[in-house]
């Protein structure tokens, strides 16, 4: 009998107040019981639009009805059969424009809560089960996967199972990419990365850190070295500016820095030698979910308050919905319709505010939203000690101005076909060096294609 | 783990380290630098690359133990090993065709690489001359080695303890003013010294490269961490850099930018020195 309730079974999370202190996960997950009374709202509909949603496919309808009888081992079998990483997706799947957005409990009510489960079932799975990753016969090809993130991640272990050879060459002193770096503890717990790559490992999967491809070995001295296919997810690279005045004063920090430090580097644990600045009042100028991961981590380090600055409305803020709520329980401040022009500066060159005009919004331009126009003489300014910028990336040009014959377009992001090979045969590419920053999932996706192309494309050879 | 094969004291502040690390000592060139992680809680850290081996595949750094985490590298010895070494990193420095006559700077620690740039301009058959500035006779470090690699080596000391008294600028200013003609200057220590030699040669439109030491978290091109404003315009000095047309660069700002965790680190020592009984 199906639940009919038209809301999702809540999610438990720790208090607003107490969790703006801490770096704890938020959100605490479903208990068995909630998790078998959610399940029960899927009509498990014959069409399974949920799926249409999904960039990596996974069979929503089939591991939700072993949720709903309990059968959480069995979930879990067909959950991973589609998705690698299911614990980190569960946490950071933006679910309401993906697979919940085309469930037919969300005509009237709430959706199916599909990331809520996802996570459940992971999670639980890493609880009660031994992991029984079984190392697969080697086909005897080499495979090279440059970048450890979730593109990286996702197209190793693909390949892996089929019985390839791979290697992953990544940069940092740490496989996870922007699970590691990027997004924060509280979010995405570390060790459940640290498992996931664990899991990996134990495929068989090598991974090689301290390798920053284009400088240490070029992509054609990996085919030298006996690699029959690369796979580039070097991911999304140097951070954008305004190219407003006052960009180079001290307390300015690029959203990249603020959650590295953060993050891969623990500045926010004593016993780490990493310095962070002790700010009192921030700014984080932009509305994805790096500044909301921004704007959090500032207030967890003890900044008194702490504003994200927005040039559009609520309607249009890029980051997802439970982020955005998130950062307003805890206290953080929306400017909306409001863009800096400039960050203000004392005689010693540091940072003490930034001065913002007002917008409203005009006609929608390219990408279908309404284009934010300034209204003149509505400048104001807000009193902080730290910026934050976090209005996107560039991709890094390590690899493409170290390796012939790759094309990349304008904005110096990889070119690639829907196999996601590049335009030189055997060198495929995929996530944020190929899309510019996205998310986690569409990097996934690619990964994914992109172990099935290599396969075939090795099967042909 | 990348193993310490060789280290020497070059004054009571400035050490001389070698580690094995094959594939990074097979592409390093004279500019580049690395980062290193002493221990799973260190930080990332920037060393210029002072010297490398193909053959032995080793790659030498040269530093000054004035942080905590070049303090806690400093306290380890041959045969020990660090976490992370990656590299080599940056744009190896670019020289120009043509050059005849160089003048290479370098201040204090600045020296160990500015010495590998002389040798390589003196391999290449670039007349040099070398001017070496010290705050005082005790910190001296490579005096023979940039002897043998210089036509003219320029000794020079804030207090007159040893070679000249006064400033590297001092030195160079008194060479272009005697009619000495450089194609080019290389000027590497700290930015204060870069930004008066820029002074010094900007008269002369001299073109004036200087390696910049910016603050930096990864070094990959990601965090944006060790931008810099050259021209008026930001650059990355991992990728686009470390080498940078002194004339152009905003000093001033990279100076302010480079104390921000200034009172943390002094902090640090504080901790540094009770963990360490007082040793580093």
């Known amino acids: ?61 089939g591991f939700i009805e072993q949720v709903a009888s309990g059968n959480f081992e069995k979930a879990y079998e067909i959950l991973t059969s589609a998705n690698a990483l299911p614990a980190v997706c569960g946490r950071v799947c933006p679910q309401e424009t993906q697979c919940e957005s085309k469930c037919v409990r969300g005509i009237k009510g709430e959706s199916v809560g599909i990331g809520r489960l996802e996570r459940f079932v992971a999670d639980w799975y890493m609880q009660n089960c031994e992991t029984h990753v079984r190392k697969p016969q080697s086909n005897g090809h080499k495979v090279a996967v440059v970048g450890g993130g979730p593109a990286g991640l996702t197209c190793a272990g693909d390949l892996a199972k089929l019985g390839y050879q791979v290697t992953i060459f990544e940069a940092f002193h740490t496989a996870g990419g922007v699970l590691m770096y990027g997004i924060p503890e509280f979010r995405l717990p570390k060790r459940i990365v640290s498992k996931e790559i664990d899991n990996l490992k134990a495929l068989g999967v090598d991974i090689e850190t301290n390798m920053v491809i284009g400088k240490i070995l070029s992509v054609d001295e990996l085919f030298d070295m006996g690699y029959e296919a690369v796979f580039i997810g070097s991911g999304a690279g140097l951070p954008r500016f305004m190219g407003i005045e006052g960009e180079g004063l001290v307390g300015v920090y690029s959203a990249n820095e603020y959650l590295t430090r953060v993050n891969l580097m623990k500045a926010y644990l004593d016993e780490y030698d990493t310095p962070i600045k002790d700010s009192r009042r921030v700014a984080v100028v932009g509305g994805g979910n790096v500044a909301m991961d921004a704007a959090r981590s500032a207030l967890r380090l003890g900044a008194e ?16 919905a439970e982020e955005v709520q998130h950062a307003q329980e805890e206290g953080v401040e929306f400017q909306l319709l409001r863009n800096p022009v400039r960050i203000l500066g004392d005689e010693n060159g540091n940072v003490t505010g930034i001065e913002c005009v007002e917008m409203e919004l005009g006609e929608p331009d390219a990408s279908g939203r309404r284009s934010p126009v300034e209204k003149t003489g509505s400048n104001f300014a807000l009193d902080v000690d730290t910026v934050i910028m976090a209005i996107g990336t560039s991709p890094n040009p390590l690899i493409r101005s170290t390796t012939k014959g790759l094309e990349t377009n304008r904005r110096g992001c990889l070119v690639v076909d829907e196999s996601m090979m590049t335009s030189r045969e055997g060198v495929y590419a995929g996530g944020d060096a190929v899309t510019g920053a996205a998310t986690v999932i569409l990097a996934m996706g690619a990964g994914k294609t992109a172990a099935e192309s290599i396969d075939a494309f090795l099967k042909n050879k | 783990m990348y193993k310490i094969v060789e280290k020497r004291e070059l ?21 580049q630098f690395i980062i290193f992680r002493v221990d799973d809680r260190g930080e990332r850290i920037p060393l210029t690359i002072a010297d490398y081996d193909r053959d032995r595949g080793t790659v030498t750094v040269i530093f000054q133990k004035v942080g905590a985490s070049t303090k806690r590298l400093g306290m380890l010895e041959e045969g020990d090993s660090i976490s992370d070494l990656a590299g080599p990193l940056g744009v190896a420095t670019h020289y120009e065709d043509g050059l005849k006559k160089v003048a290479v700077i370098g201040g ?23 001017i070496a500035g010290f705050r005082n006779k005790d910190i001296v470090i490579l005096e023979d080695e940039m002897r043998a690699i210089s036509d003219r080596l320029f000794m020079m000391t804030d207090d007159g303890s ?88 905003d000093f001033d700002e990279l100076m302010r930018r480079n104390n921000i965790y200034k009172d943390k680190e002094k902090e640090a020592d504080s901790h540094v020195c009770r963990l360490f009984g007082g040793k580093a």
């Open chain 1, 1 to 61: 009998m199906p639940n009919m309730s038209n809301k999702k079974v809540p999610m438990p999370h720790q208090d607003a107040k107490v969790r703006a202190h801490n770096y704890d996960e938020v959100a605490l997950g479903y208990t068995p019981e909630m998790a078998v009374e959610e399940a029960k709202r899927c009509l498990n509909c014959k069409h399974k639009p949920c799926v249409s949603g999904c960039p990596v496919h996974v069979p929503i309808p």
């Open chain 1, 305 to 320: 308050k702490v504003y994200i600055v927005y040039r559009r409305s609520m309607e249009e803020i890029p980051a997802r």
């Open chain 2, 11 to 31: 004054n009571e502040n400035v050490t001389l380290m070698s580690f094995q690390a094959p594939y990074i000592a097979r592409k390093a060139e004279a500019g």
């Open chain 2, 108 to 130: 204090g620690v600045g020296c160990a690489i500015a010495y590998p740039q002389a040798k390589k301009l003196h391999g290449m058959g670039v007349s040099v001359d070398l």
């Open chain 2, 162 to 249: 040893y070679g000249d008294k006064g400033f590297v600028t001092v030195k160079l200013k008194e060479l272009i003013e005697g009619g000495e003609r450089y194609d080019a200057v290389i000027a590497i220590g700290p930015v204060i010294m870069m930004k008066m030699v820029c002074e010094v040669t900007r008269p002369y439109g001299i073109h004036t490269l200087v390696s910049l030491n910016p603050i930096m978290v990864d070094g990959t091109g990601m965090c944006g961490g060790c931008r810099v404003t050259v021209d008026g315009k930001i650059k990355f000095a991992c990728v686009d850099g470390p080498d940078f047309d002194g004339h152009l660069v």
